[in-house]
């Protein structure tokens, strides 16, 4: 019986300040690209005819990875590795559509240099000490 009873108490992951932060601000980041995608979804009745097709996907593809970020997100709180990976793929691809957006659409580069900073800020909250200790 002695065996199976121990007196140590489970160890119990201190989530570090930055990652905290990073992890609200993830939630913020993935909601502000779903609502940008849409507003790039919209704006496809505002773009010449041609346009309408690419302007069409990148609305969509940002709501897309912007969802997808929120789902993360709950994983980035928990400290798994798997999360923080996921997350970074995400970033960079959120990242990539933001810098098409911003050189496909005047209306919105504003927002996305502003999420692309976003970004970065979560991308080093999470892969940089003491946040990445977290993650073990």
Known sequence: YSDRVSDAAPTVKVQPLLVRVAVVLVYL???VSVAIGILVLLSRYQVDRAEVLPVSLLGAGVILFGLLTVAVASGIARGRPGARLLLTIYLVIQTVLHIVT?????????????????YAFIGVAVWTPPGSQYFR
């Open 29 to 31: 980041s993935g909601f």
């Open 102 to 118: 911003i050189v496909t659409a005047d209306t919105w580069d504003w927002t996305s240099i502003a999420e692309v900073a976003l």
